[in-house]
Each structure stands twice: as structure tokens, then as C-alpha cells.
């Protein structure tokens, strides 16, 4: 009996353990960075004073940094719902294109809030998160999810931050 009590003890941690290991080692680690400029931008200014606006844009960059985006194309399509010096919600999607063709589809969506700068002036501050939703190839049944940072990077470029951890599909 002692036995199998110290089997079944061993089993509560071990099994858990054992499937946490085999979890992570699918898992690769994602750091990329992307200068991203505008191919196409349809604009709805409020005209109530506001100043709220909501673009839609098409923006391409290349990938940059560590894992398995980097070098990649990126495109974002999204939706920026912005009320300046208040905050706003963007999202949209990107499509990650490797040179070999294959496609990987994340969502995303980001919280806009204006913080004040070294001026005191509002300066907007875009954080949130993503996740893979579909691919092709390579990336068919890749899952995957990370945060998601835009800074700016002149009057219409942005730069999109992604970190985070994918697990590819197994071959």
C-alpha cells in the first residue's frame, strides 16, 4: 500500500511536469520588430470638433529580430478608432508572408491612451496583443500569441513590436 501511495503522490506532480516540458519545448520564442508604411488609407474625420477619427489602412514593412517572422513581409490591415489626447482601439490583422510563400494570419487588437511626454504633452502609447488565427505551408496549424506595441515612427510609419511564443505544426 505505502507503495502505491507514493506512486500516485509522484504521479500528481510528474504527469503535470512531464506535460509542461513537452509543451514548451514545441514553443519558440518571438521577438520582432517592423517599420511599417502606408500603402493605402481611407480616413472618417468626426466633424463635431472632436477631433475622433477612424482610418483604415494598409501598411507593409519586413520583419526583423528573432524567430520563426523573422525576415518575413509583413501587412498590416487595420482599424484605427482614435480621439486624440483621449485614447482609442485599434486592430486589425497582420499577414506574415515568407519568401517561400507560406502565410501566417494573426489578429490583434491595441488599447490607445495618451500619457503626457517630457513636455507635458499628450503622447499616445499603444499596447495590446495577438495571436496566430490561420496559416498556410509551414505555418498550417502554427498556434501562437503574444503582445503587441506601436510606436510611431514619423507622420504616417509606425513601428509594430511583437513578442511572444509560437508553436509550429509538426511535421
Excluded: C
Excluded at 472618417?44 to 529580430?65: K, T
Amino acid at each position: 500500500m505505502p507503495i502505491r501511495r507514493s506512486i500516485f503522490a509522484a504521479s500528481r506532480w510528474l504527469v503535470p511536469s512531464l506535460l509542461a516540458a513537452t509543451l514548451s519545448a514545441h514553443a519558440d520564442p518571438l521577438s520582432v520588430r517592423a517599420l511599417m508604411a502606408p500603402k493605402e488609407q481611407i480616413k472618417l474625420d468626426f466633424q463635431d470638433g472632436s477631433g475622433h477619427f477612424v482610418l483604415m489602412v494598409r501598411r507593409e514593412g519586413q520583419a526583423a529580430g528573432s524567430g520563426l517572422f523573422d525576415g518575413a513581409h509583413v501587412t498590416e490591415f487595420g482599424r484605427h478608432d482614435i480621439v486624440p489626447g483621449a485614447g482609442g482601439d485599434p486592430s486589425g490583422y497582420l499577414v506574415i508572408t515568407q519568401r517561400t510563400g507560406d502565410l501566417a494570419y494573426l489578429k490583434w487588437t491595441v488599447r490607445s491612451i495618451y500619457l503626457p511626454d517630457r513636455e507635458g504633452q499628450p503622447e499616445m502609447d499603444d499596447n495590446g496583443f495577438w495571436e496566430v488565427v490561420s496559416g498556410t505551408g509551414r505555418f498550417k496549424d502554427l498556434k501562437g500569441t503574444g503582445t503587441l506595441r506601436i510606436e510611431s515612427a514619423g507622420p504616417t510609419d509606425r513601428v509594430f513590436v511583437l513578442k511572444g511564443t509560437l508553436a509550429p505544426a509538426k511535421p
